[in-house]
């Protein structure tokens, strides 16, 4: 059966990779939430989709925009939790209120207190580990250091068995595996290579594939079916492409609307 991943929790009018868009998410009763992570100058796994501020969507301590170049100068990964939590991160295209980014600990404990708050069960955490090559000693530690600091994270955070791990960087997937084989790992894709050519980037292969929509078609369903690896895809907002991903089987189902994809799923 489709599971449905709220992406970057719910957009539904709050900032996404902030705990109200996941509490949102959550409430859908989505099967997992996805989100992206970096981290900061003292260590912690902070939620953000990018290792600096988004000029498009953050606001300064006084709730001011700033330039592209400036949201660059703003390096998470050398700056400490409480100076990133200063500023705050509006809704996309929005002007409603802003809110700083969490880091993975207060998103867990969040969702751990809405869990036991309506006694639902807590959703699966699909961690998306922000990597470039280009961003080595810059933008973020070495992929080894960095796929340490996930696992650590979650292990402390007691969220390793409901999680799985994506990230386009081979490199970090390589360093996950390595240091733990058990967990399910999701090779990111968003090139127009084969499935062969992708997965030979990889020394193992991965529990997952995951690539946008307009890139399933059944032969891809069917050859990773083959192979014994789960399909993900994203970002599914159209509900003719959800019909259209729920029809083929797909595994995972990357939303923005998680409340719309759940009522499909249903009625299917």
Sequence with gaps: ??????????????????????????ATRCHWVEMDVVRTGDRQLLVSHEPWMDHATCVDPEGRSFSEAHGRSLNLYKMPLAEIQRYGVRPEGGDGVPHPKPTLAGVVAALRQWSLGTDAPMPGFNIEVKSDPAWYGMYQPPP????????????????TEQSLVQC????????LHERNAGLPLALLVDNLGGVQDNLERLGFTPA??????????AALVAELRERGIALLT???????DMQRMIGLGVDGLITDRPGEAMELLHAY
């Design 168 to 175: 386009f960087d081979p490199a970090v997937l390589e360093a």
């Design 208 to 217: 997952y594939y995951s690539v946008p929509f307009f890139l399933v078609t």
């Design 234 to 240: 994203w970002t599914v907002n159209g509900r003719a």
């Design 1 to 26: 059966m489709t599971q449905v991943h709220g992406h970057r929790g719910c957009a539904d009018g709050v900032p996404p990779n902030t705990i109200p868009a996941f509490l949102r998410a959550a």
């Design 144 to 159: 080894g250091d960095l796929a340490q600091a996930v696992l650590e994270e979650m292990d402390a955070q007691q969220i």
